[in-house]
């Protein structure tokens, strides 16, 4: 993980040459880490001088790995780089095809558009029979994936002999080794603080010298060996939002796994643990490297509106543009001066104050009502629909209602 972080610390300042050796020492440890293969098939194509060669060969490797696992994101990712590789190599028959399947994943990819570009002037300025212009590619590569370095059953059992016999004269089974809680019974749980949001994935026994763990702005992934020799891989890949991955840690308890990731911004509310959101063009440099970035869709709370639920955020920051009107004097002001009371704080509550000052009494029972009594999950301004009777708490979609 160490070097992973290190890798993508190099990455981003440009650092080409430190990126691709912490990504070396990193596959060396998990030689299956997709991530891994991207971020470095990256650093060779903009290392000076480029190593468009290895560029393709990691390209590959990523789209292999990817496909077995079916993660769509990661497959996209992997194929995009894979396209520029041999784009670089001139193979633009082959890079065509490519950003072709790209697009078969992704339409909205509007970065393609570019690149779309650029290969059909390349084609275009190719004779018909030039052998630049073949396609040769499959759309999933016949790569041989590396087996991964497990320590054997043999090494993890105690030095003493099973069987020993105790004081009691009854035979000392050998110690429990490795991971003792059933593939299929490891869980998941979070939750989130201002600053930090906290995951939890239970399973007992994970071998601290052998588990790989890596947790990246966006992303995060931990492998660890299960007693059946086979492996076990959890990611979460896109976050919500961004974290700040240098200040966040992992520890390996005896009951579980406990990852504190540190908010890049602070006091933001994640309404989910991951992002189903996909990367646009917005998300990729002008090298078509992929940039760490996600959208972020705030809670959708209950509401007694006909025309459905409101935007609460779009009409604060509506308000908040909005012109200060002019007075007969022609100096700037507003009603009862209001605007200058919430001119500066928080735009959402400037706007239900403002609402709040400017209601009738039967409104303002209304909101005070639903308010308190929802524990804040809801808001309504019709007495004669709240005054019925008490207003129960609706939690926002993709959370739950816990009682504390």
Known sequence: MDQAVKGAAALESKNFSVAVTHYTEALAINSQAVDYYIKRSTAYTRISPPDYDAALSDAEMALTLASKRGKRELIIQAQLRRAIALFSLERYGDAKACFDWVKEMNKEEKSLQIWGVKVDNKLKALPEDDIKARTSVQRYPDVKVPERKEETEASKLPSSEPGQ????????????????????????EWYQTDDTVVVSLFVKGVPKDNTTIDIQDTSLTVSFPLPTGSNYDFSLDPFCAKVDAVASTAKILSTKIEFVLKKASAGEKWPSLESDAPATAEDIDKNGVLADRVTVTGPSYPTSSKKGPKNWDKVAN????????????????GDDGLEEEFEGADPVNGFFKQLYSRADPDTRRAMMKSYQESNGTTLSTNWSEVGKGKVETHAPDGMEEKPW
Request: aromatic letters at 0%; glycine letters at 10%.
């Open 165 to 188: 016999i105790t004081p009691n004269g009854t035979a000392q089974p050998p110690k429990a080794t490795g991971v003792q809680t059933p593939a299929n019974k490891i869980r998941h």
């Open 318 to 333: 509506d308000l908040s543009k909005k012109p200060k009107k002019e007075n007969k004097d022609g100096e700037e002001g």
